[in-house]
């Protein structure tokens, strides 16, 4: 069974902080990731993918993937009251055929507090 | 409006009834997905669609049909409602089947099972 595990939350941080969101994967093979953003009451929405180890930036949104610790984390600069949604994670993973399927954390919900 | 579209938003039934839940993208995406998300489980994969005629049963496939006569649309029936089977449902499309291609997800349907 290939897990994503996240922490619940909620994670709570002032408006202007830094949010931090952490991920980690069981499968060693994975080779894609993403960060999805969704909001109460609403679908996932893609916010992120990372694919090699490292950094990658996007306006205020920053990920981290560190494939030798199967780590992949999502920063937000900034934090604004808008950013408060629940963070999904989810991972490539080989579901044989030629096909991969995303395998899906359960979520971080994120609050940030004017 | 591209992009995809489920329906019904919202639907009530009965236990032991049939019911049918709509997904139309007109991306000309290959690949199509049903999830469902409840709490504490967070997204898990009803079925999944390779391309037309092309179906296989994803995470927790029983007591749901699907069928995929049309790249463009993949329904998902409860050929007997149960209880359980109470959940929020997504639909989603990739592009393809690879390790990169992220889902886009569609606005979900809500679906309580009396």
């Known amino acids: 069974q290939k897990e994503v595990e996240q922490n619940s939350g909620p994670l709570s941080v002032p408006e202007g902080a830094i949010a931090s969101l952490n991920c980690t994967y069981s499968d060693r093979g994975s080779q894609s990731f993403f960060w999805y953003r969704q909001y109460s009451g609403k679908s996932p929405e893609l916010i992120m993918s990372?694919?090699?180890?490292g950094d990658k930036e996007d306006g205020r949104f920053t990920a981290q993937l560190n494939k030798a610790s199967q780590y992949v984390s999502l920063l937000i600069r900034d934090s604004q009251p808008s950013d408060s949604a629940t963070y999904l994670c989810?991972?490539?993973?080989?579901?044989?055929?030629?096909?991969?399927?995303?395998?899906f954390g359960k979520g971080t919900k994120l609050s940030v507090i004017p | 409006d591209a992009g995809i579209t489920q329906s019904p938003r919202y639907k009530i039934t009965e236990t032991g009834r049939q019911v049918t839940l709509m997904c139309h993208q007109t991306w000309s995406h290959s690949y199509m997905f049903w999830y469902r998300q409840d709490l504490g489980h967070g997204l898990r994969l009803i079925y999944y669609s390779a391309a037309a005629d092309i179906t296989d049963k994803g995470e927790v496939p029983d007591g749901y049909v699907v069928s995929r006569s049309k790249t463009e649309n993949f329904p998902l029936t409860l050929e007997s409602a149960t209880r359980s089977q109470t959940s929020v449902y997504f639909c989603?499309?990739?592009?393809?089947?690879?390790?990169?291609?992220?889902?886009?997800f569609g606005d979900g349907t809500r679906l309580s099972i009396l």
């Open positions: 989810a991972v490539s993973v080989y579901s044989g055929a030629g096909s991969y399927q995303l395998t």
């Open positions: 989603a499309s990739s592009e393809s089947s690879g390790s990169n291609q992220p889902q886009h």
């Open positions: 990372i694919y090699s180890n």
